[in-house]
């Protein structure tokens, strides 16, 4: 196990590696080969490359290092394209602060099957005006 793993149960360890095809021992040789991808695109400013961030997006794409490396670099033209939407996105934000004092999302107290957390987004309480 690696310290990209550390603080996951057996059972998610194991999960990890049956559904995403997750290996501790080429965890980092995976990480990586997204990293190296990333100078193939100069064009996009690439903020976060640390182990972390791409394990993200690995997982999101199980293991496919190539569907992963799209998806980050996804992820960055999008920051890049819209930069007022990103500059303020804080949670002390008076208008995020108001988002969540909505209701916008909530967290149900109950877990999943699965012992996950559950997010609901109460969309009708949303006053987007705000």
């Given at each position: 196990?690696?310290?990209?793993?550390?603080?996951?149960?057996?059972?998610?360890?194991?999960?990890?590696?049956?559904?995403?095809?997750?290996?501790?021992?080429?965890?980092?040789?995976?990480?990586?080969?997204?990293?190296?991808?990333?100078?193939?695109?100069?064009?996009?400013?690439?903020?976060?490359?640390?182990?972390a961030?791409?394990?993200?997006f690995?997982?999101?794409?199980?293991?496919?290092?190539?569907?992963?490396?799209?998806?980050?670099?996804?992820?960055?033209?999008y920051?890049?394209?819209?930069?007022?939407?990103?500059?303020?996105?804080?949670?002390?934000?008076?208008?995020?602060?108001?988002?969540?004092?909505d209701?916008?999302?909530?967290?149900?107290?109950?877990l999943?099957?699965?012992?996950?957390?559950?997010l609901?987004?109460?969309?009708?309480?949303?006053?987007?005006?705000?």
């Amino acid at each position: 196990m690696t310290h990209l793993q550390a603080g996951l149960s057996p059972e998610t360890l194991e999960k990890a590696k049956v559904e995403l095809k997750e290996n501790p021992d080429t965890l980092h040789q995976d990480i990586q080969e997204v990293r190296d991808m990333i100078i193939t695109r100069p064009d996009i400013g690439f903020l976060r490359t640390d182990d972390a961030f791409i394990l993200r997006f690995l997982r999101a794409r199980k293991f496919n290092h190539f569907e992963a490396f799209r998806l980050l670099a996804q992820y960055f033209e999008y920051r890049q394209q819209n930069l007022d939407m990103f500059k303020n996105l804080k949670a002390t934000d008076p208008g995020i602060k108001q988002a969540l004092k909505d209701g916008f999302p909530g967290v149900l107290s109950n877990l999943d099957r699965h012992g996950r957390k559950i997010l609901v987004l109460f969309a009708a309480n949303w006053d987007q005006s705000r």
